[in-house]
């Protein structure tokens, strides 16, 4: 098998198979043949979270378009197991970072929740969504985690299926990050806006059975660092940080 350690990896939906031609679109001919420099016969990696990870060479490459033909698998598919993060929106260079760095760190979903001091309301998902992509392709993971909303806190808490646990960054305290993780590694993590939650939003998530306060230090954290926060302290508390991303 040909070294393929510098093989691009691409994120294709569908399912792929030994010898399956698949076709690429308009965006991936562009970024192989203009930005990569590859021609037909180059090797790519192609995978996805049904099917796993494959290797295939460049078929076609031109103006109609490309294709490529599957060769072999190199990875099964693998559990997605990573944490759901619910977050309110910020401004979009940070929401953006954010969103890159938490699928580098595993995060299984992404929720973007509106709350009473929420100033940023994100128009494009799919920017959103093809920052993740990147991501993934670049940082080896099969999955491409969805993204959701926006939608009002009362609506989303009023969504969760019951018994559901949220752990929730508390600016004013609350029980480790790691000691609840640990017993309630299932759990939604929820980080509140720059601001925190308006008094009324606190007193609801109070009254919440499932909800379990964090605290993250003594300094105040702005929202995305609070949520990366988050996700490390949940990898820690499953023993699956390493460094294994660019």
Known sequence: MRNLGRAPRLHLDGPLARGAVVELGADRVHQLRHVLRLAPGAPVRLFNAESGEWWAELTRLDR???????????????????????????????????????????????????????????????????????????????????????????????????????????????????????????????????????????RRLAESPGIVRVGLGRRILRSETAALFLLVAHALAREEVRPSCP
Do not use: H, M, Y
């Not at 099964?76 to 760095?101: F, S, T, V, Y």
């Not at 670049?138 to 009362?154: A, H």
């Not at 949220?166 to 759990?187: C, F, K």
């Open 64 to 202: 109609r378009g490309g294709e490529a033909r599957i060769v072999d698998r190199l990875r099964p598919p693998e559990p997605a197991i990573g944490p759901r993060l619910a977050i309110a929106p910020i401004r979009p260079n940070r929401l953006d970072w954010l969103i890159e760095k938490a699928v580098e760190l595993g995060v299984g979903a992404v929720d973007l929740v509106l709350t009473q001091r929420t100033v940023v309301r994100p128009a494009r998902i799919d920017r959103l969504l093809a920052i993740a992509v990147e991501a993934a392709e670049q940082c080896e993971r099969l999955s491409v985690p969805p993204i959701g909303g926006p939608t009002e806190l009362e609506v989303w808490l009023a969504g969760l299926p019951p018994g559901t646990r949220v752990v929730v960054a508390d600016e004013e305290g609350g029980e480790p990050p790691l000691a609840a993780l640990g017993r309630i590694s299932d759990a939604i993590l929820l980080v509140g806006p720059e601001g925190g939650f308006a008094p009324g939003e606190r």
